[in-house]
């Protein structure tokens, strides 16, 4: 079949998802250019830093079964290293969903797991070596995120000084480079509007919203913090000065860069309203503890405020990853530092509301909210030298969780301690089905999950 791009892929995409019911097991957080899948998920694939006297000390990806029908439900099922640690940190599928790309902030190590062949237990397919050559000095791949046939990687840091001024880089969803765009500066706005008092260069997270021709990142720190100690970092005010204070609108076919907006204090996750006139992404920010919307107005322009504070910033809680559900009425935001998961009411994306919140562990850091709202996974790790080395008694230190949610509260289904199974600090989720490739459970039934959208 001949593989559609531009217009008519969207066209495509947007009568798929017209008959797509929302009962689905997808990620609410994926790609728009990604088929979904309906029905409960079997798998999901964790990316994991490794940890130096722990187990094999390496990087891995660890395959959980959380399927309720398995006779493995709750169970990490298969494990594959990759041979040292490389700040294993982010990953993401490809829009076929037959390769998951998961990235080394230290590194720059991608590594393709084919996924596709056999999804209980993944293999290792490609790995590569030369990022920040190919990409002309971009460091630290962070975001692994789908485009029609293609992967678009963004980075936290450069080669040249190892600060926060970097760029993304395109590869095709076979591995090989294509192009590679740098964030607006001061020095070079490359033809963006300057709207504020920054235009730092820096990167992080990146999200589409074909429909508006509007692709948007958010900005972080470079390597010489991220690769610090957290304790070290805090207590230098240069260090502390070295966070991104910009989100950026781009002309998604181009690749242009259109706007700077400020948004202060290191926007991390980037999560867009799936409506169809829902013209609008929030962010949070690491440093200031907000929720920021990121919104279109009735002239097209694009601008960024605030909307909601999460918890109480004096307190560092720290937010980290974040959810937005499928009808676009809930943001999930987890604080990393109190080990809380929060959720707010943003039916009115510009008055933000918490209506719940729950400790989920000593630290938490990533969470994957199922499409149909009824199943959220969390993890603990964040940066290998950030992530707590104690925890008060009770209290759970690196691990995965599987919740339900039942629109009020959140059930307990089962916890992976991580330390414990000698695995390392599981970062990043992403969901697995066999029959996303026609393939059968080992039992020989049917997965309850099929394909609503195969683009």
């Not at 405020?305 to 999930?332: H, M, N, T």
């Amino acid at each position: 079949m001949k593989q559609l791009t531009g217009p008519a892929y969207f066209i495509v995409f947007l009568f798929l998802l017209s008959i797509t019911p929302l009962a689905s097991a997808d990620e609410t957080c994926m790609s728009p250019y990604m088929a979904k899948i309906v029905g409960q998920e079997d798998f999901v694939y964790i990316w994991t830093l490794g940890m130096e006297g722990l187990g094999d000390e390496q990087d891995k990806l660890v395959t959980v079964d959380v399927n309720p029908q398995s006779e493995n439900y709750g169970k990490v099922i298969h494990s594959l290293s990759v041979g040292g640690r490389n700040e294993a940190h982010h990953s993401g599928l490809t829009d076929d969903r037959r390769y998951l790309w998961a990235s080394g902030l230290d590194t720059n190590r991608i590594f393709i797991f084919d996924i596709h062949s056999d999804p209980a237990e993944p293999r290792l397919h490609k790995t590569i070596e030369d990022f920040v050559d190919r990409s002309g000095g971009v460091v630290g791949p962070h975001t692994s995120y789908a485009m029609p046939g293609r992967m678009l990687i963004t980075g936290l840091s450069n080669d040249k000084d190892h600060g926060g001024v970097t760029g993304m880089v395109e590869y095709t969803n076979e591995g090989e480079y294509i192009a590679t765009y740098w964030m607006p500066t001061d020095a070079d706005l490359q033809g963006a509007v300057k709207s504020g008092s920054f235009a730092d260069g820096y990167g992080y997270d990146v999200r589409a919203l074909p429909r508006r021709n509007v692709l948007v990142t958010s900005s972080f720190t470079g390597w010489n913090n991220y690769m610090m100690d957290l304790g070290q970092m805090m207590a230098d005010p240069e260090a502390m000065q070295r966070f991104g204070n910009t989100v950026v609108v781009w002309d998604l076919h181009k690749r242009q860069p259109k706007k700077v907006l400020d948004v202060p204090g290191a926007p991390l996750e980037l999560r867009c309203a799936w409506g169809s006139r829902n013209n609008y992404c929030f962010t949070t920010t690491a440093l200031t503890s907000k929720i920021w919307l990121i919104y279109e107005d009735e002239g097209g322009d694009w601008h960024a405020k605030p909307v909601a504070d999460i918890g109480v910033a004096e307190q560092i809680p720290l937010p980290v990853d974040i959810a937005i559900s499928a009808d676009d009425s809930l943001l999930w935001v987890d604080t990393w530092n109190d080990g809380m998961a929060r959720v707010f009411d943003i039916s009115d994306p510009h008055n933000a509301k918490e209506i719940y919140a729950e400790k989920i562990g000593a630290q938490i850091n990533m969470l994957s909210q199922s499409w149909d709202g009824k199943r959220v996974y969390f993890t603990s790790s964040l940066l290998s030298n950030w992530d707590k080395q104690q925890a008060e008694e009770g209290d759970d230190l690196q691990y995965f969780k599987s919740y339900t949610w039942d629109g009020e509260k959140l059930t307990l289904q089962f916890a992976i301690d991580f330390l414990a199974a000698g695995l390392g600090m599981p970062h990043q989720m992403r969901f697995g089905s066999y029959a996303l490739y026609a393939k059968k459970r080992p039992s020989g039934e049917d997965s309850a999950v099929s394909v609503a959208a195969n683009y």
